[in-house]
């Protein structure tokens, strides 16, 4: 009897627990020690430091989801260009799925997500799935345009046309050209967010240094009514610089 294969929603997290204590404790430490730097208030900094590491948790899932999506990409981008070979040596499309499970079986481990979506796709078909329905689901789960630009153009051509061996062809280029341009947009991208990342930390290693270091010239932001409406002001700037920072460093194609 064949083990069922689990259909993965590569829109869901799939990050063990000991990555969200992971994610938590590094939340924790960074929105304790923003909140020291600001307060000097250690009930304040362990409340708002476990918020901070609540609020990172669902930040890490998010991070790990697209990660996990874009390897993906990779992954079947790798897939097209196996399929590609074996397709212009003869071979009709579920012996060149095949074929490309052999060869990226050399460059990627069996419990990889191509590998097993290669088995799930090979398996339905063995059922009477068409292939053309396996592509569509795959896409369905994993959210990938190229993935679903490529199923769409194959269930069209499915049965009916010698030219899959071209579709597989030309995706595969379309696919190798975008991601091209990503990469050389995220080249730039890298200094510019390296930049950022200096400019956010600038200002708690002033506060941090002065703080501590200052023979008391922070005694009134920390005493203070006035004080602490300043640091609170402060603070909101900081977290507002933070959020629009990433929203534009990250550039969506």
Do not use: W
């Amino acid at each position: 009897m064949e083990k069922a294969i689990t259909l993965p929603d590569y829109r869901q997290c799939s990050s063990a627990a000991v990555d969200h204590i992971v994610a938590f404790v590094i939340g924790f430490a960074a929105g304790f020690l923003i909140l020291f730097i600001f307060y000097n208030l250690i009930v304040l900094s362990l409340i708002g430091g476990a918020i901070f590491g609540a609020v990172n948790i669902f930040i890490s899932m998010h991070s790990s989801i697209k990660k996990r999506i874009l390897k993906l990409r990779i992954q079947f981008y790798d897939l097209l260009e196996a399929m590609s070979v074996a397709m212009r040596a003869g071979n009709p499309m579920l012996l060149s799925l095949q074929s490309a499970r052999e060869d990226l079986m050399l460059i990627y481990p069996e419990n990889s997500d191509i590998i097993t979506e290669l088995d799930i796709i090979i398996g339905k078909f063995n059922n009477a799935v068409p292939l053309s329905e396996s592509f569509s689901d795959l896409a369905k789960r994993s959210g990938l345009e190229d993935i679903a630009g490529f199923a769409s153009i194959y269930a069209t051509i499915e049965g009916k046309s010698g030219r899959a061996d071209e579709i597989v062809r030309e995706t595969q280029q379309i696919i190798a050209d975008k991601m091209e341009i990503e990469m050389e947009i995220d080249t730039l991208m890298t200094a510019a967010k390296s930049e950022v990342n200096i400019m956010l930390m600038m200002p708690l290693v002033i506060l941090g240094v002065i703080g501590y270091a200052g023979a008391g010239f922070m005694d009134a932001i920390y005493t203070t009514a006035a004080g602490r409406v300043v640091s609170t002001g402060g603070l909101i700037v900081f977290i507002l610089s933070y959020v629009m920072a990433r929203k534009f460093s990250n550039v969506k194609l």
